[in-house]
């Protein structure tokens, strides 16, 4: 009998299951709003959660604190907690590097613009929204996006400048 068991195995073994939660959070990360199945974003939502949590403590933490959640982030993410970005060290090479680090560093992006939005809010920064069914396989699909507008989007100066 399966009581007080929690965990949703999706008929993989574990670090299976975890190398895809942390592929599927690093995506939600960075698009801030993924399509899948309505039970691995049942799963998905508290491990996010979870790390915006540890975003939002790091904001007025002391560094060493900060560093710290930064590397407890990395390591449920399976990233890296420092940047290994090798470019060239010319200004081409820093701007390159300044791209990625916005566009690709999912440590960055969560800790330096997705925690912020949700420094006030004490939980559910996730919402899950059911699609319906996929026609392959008739699976109920789902959208899991964050849930303040501000996140799902990055702020440009573009956009800044219209809203005035």
């Not at 190398?19 to 939600?28: E, F, H, K």
């Not at 993924?34 to 508290?46: D, F, G, Y």
Request: hydrophobic content about 40%; overall charge positive; aromatic content about 4%.
């Amino acid at each position: 009998m399966r009581h007080l068991k929690r965990n949703t195995k999706f008929g993989r073994h574990g670090d299976h299951r975890n190398a895809m939660l942390a592929n599927m959070a690093c995506s939600l990360i960075k698009h801030r709003r993924i399509t899948t199945t309505i039970t691995k974003a049942k799963v998905l939502r508290p491990v996010v959660e979870k790390l915006v949590t540890l975003g939002r403590d790091a904001i007025g933490a002391p560094t060493d604190k900060g560093v710290h959640l930064r590397r407890l982030a990395a390591a449920k993410l399976r990233q890296q907690p420092r940047s290994l970005f090798r470019g060239t060290p010319t200004a081409k090479g820093k701007a390159a590097r300044d791209a990625w680090r916005e566009n690709e560093d999912v440590v960055h992006i969560l800790f330096d613009m997705i925690a912020p939005v949700f420094k006030d809010r004490v939980g559910g920064y996730l919402r899950i929204v059911k699609l319906g069914q996929r026609n392959g396989d008739s699976a109920q699909e789902a959208i899991i996006e964050f849930v303040d507008p501000t996140a799902a989007v990055p702020a440009t100066p573009a956009a800044t400048d219209a809203a005035k």
